[in-house]
């Protein structure tokens, strides 16, 4: 019943304003596709070794005072660790059409590598470590709520994030990308 409820909630979010389904969880299954012809909520690779056409994704997203988001990828490269990160514009045909990290409060010099700015507090982290079979969960909550239309995807990078000055919140290469609906 939640995996239609997820359905109905994300085909509504294609043709309603957010604010129409806001108040609902957002979950988002897809199949990474190569780059190119893109309908809504769907997900790309840029990189098919690490993350192979046909390995999967699912995010979700649960609202209350707070916000909590979850990442699941299944097939992809195993053992690995990802950087993961929601981002500012939908994924695209090109690994930076999805623009810069969502910031609660937004660094004045992009792209931000501030950790006064690029943090998990102030932006939504997901690095996600792979077992064997190439799966692996990650989640984060922040004591905020994305501002309407300007969270828009989550994009897999290469490696785990940088924390440190002037390289914060960086994580290499962008591997693939999923549009979400963020409320």
């Known amino acids: 019943m939640s995996f239609l409820v997820s359905a109905l909630t994300a085909s509504l979010a294609a043709v309603l304003p957010l604010s129409a389904v806001t108040g609902q969880d957002v979950t988002i299954e897809e199949t990474f596709r190569a780059a190119g012809s893109l309908p809504a909520h769907q997900a790309v690779t840029f990189d098919t070794e690490a993350v192979p056409l046909g390995s999967k994704v699912t995010v979700t997203e649960r609202v209350g005072d707070d916000t909590h988001v979850e990442l699941r990828i299944h097939g992809v490269e195993a053992n690995r ?51 064997h ?51």
């Not at 969960?137 to 969270?151: I, L, P």
Request: charged share 15%.
């Open 81 to 131: 660790t990802f950087g993961a990160h929601v981002h500012r514009n939908p994924c695209g045909g090109k690994p930076n059409d999805s623009g810069s990290h969502y910031q609660n409060a937004v660094d004045p010099e992009q792209p931000s590598t501030n950790p006064a700015y690029a943090g998990p507090r102030n932006e939504v982290w997901l690095d996600i470590t792979t077992d």
């Open 133 to 183: 079979h190439g799966d692996g969960a990650s989640a984060s909550t922040v004591e905020w709520r994305f501002r309407t239309g300007q969270a828009r995807s989550v994009v897999i990078h290469e490696h785990a994030t940088h924390t440190g000055t002037g390289t914060a919140g960086t994580a290499g290469a962008r591997l693939a990308c999923v549009n979400v609906p963020f409320q």
